[in-house]
């Protein structure tokens, strides 16, 4: 699944274009290992997401939020599940190792909740989860307004409005149902028995 990227140049008034930095990216997400840690990390602060914008990954089927010219703050992704297609998210942030929690979505008319937990990725913890691509908890992401992601500790992520997140999500919803739908393989053929094999040559 690919994702059209709007030119940066297109999206600024001509006073700015000296300015145009590149969206986030996947190069940018700094590998900086986590000291040993007693107890539970310092609160983060919220970022300042005034500019941020939701951008199409290298990897197809995926798309990632962040300010131009810095590391991405939060990604979604369709993935094959044990049963099916789901929706990955992860918040692009330090966690503690081990540690569990809850990524809250309020916008568009929902207040929903959806779990995370801490996993390695190369020398750091990251905040990562997944549900079903059908699960009703994705409709914050998929309306027109703005919404908030909030990790406890993690702080406040404000996703500005963008069509790339319902675009995926309703990708991923296609993709289950039409695996839904693919008909069975007759039983007939299913029960077919083996073609017996030829006679043996005349000594």
């Not at 991405?72 to 992860?90: F, M, R, S, T, W």
């Not at 008319?109 to 908890?137: C, I, M, N, Q």
């Amino acid at each position: 699944m690919r994702f059209t990227l709007v030119p940066c140049l297109a999206a600024l008034p001509l006073l700015a274009l000296a300015s145009c930095k590149p969206p986030a990216a996947d190069d940018y997400v700094a590998r900086v290992g986590l000291e040993d840690r007693s107890g539970p990390s310092a609160p983060l602060q919220s970022p300042d997401t005034k500019d941020a914008q939701w951008v199409a990954s290298r990897e197809p089927g995926r798309i990632i939020y962040g300010n131009p010219g810095e590391p991405p703050l939060l990604a979604l992704a369709c993935v094959e599940g044990a049963e099916g297609a789901q929706i990955a998210y992860e918040r692009i942030v330090d966690a503690d190792p081990e540690a569990k929690a809850i990524l809250a979505l309020i916008g568009n008319s929902h207040v929903t909740r959806l779990f995370v937990d801490a996993e390695k990725t190369g020398a750091d913890w990251r905040w990562r989860g997944a549900t079903d691509a059908a699960d009703p908890a994705l409709e914050a992401l998929t309306g027109p307004r703005q919404v908030e992601a909030t990790v406890p500790g993690a702080g406040s992520v404000v996703l500005n409005p963008s069509s790339l997140p319902r675009e995926l999500i309703n990708r991923c919803r296609a993709q289950m149902r039409d695996r839904e739908a693919a008909p069975a393989p007759p039983e007939a053929l299913l029960n077919e028995p083996a073609e017996p094999a030829p006679p043996a040559d005349p000594v």
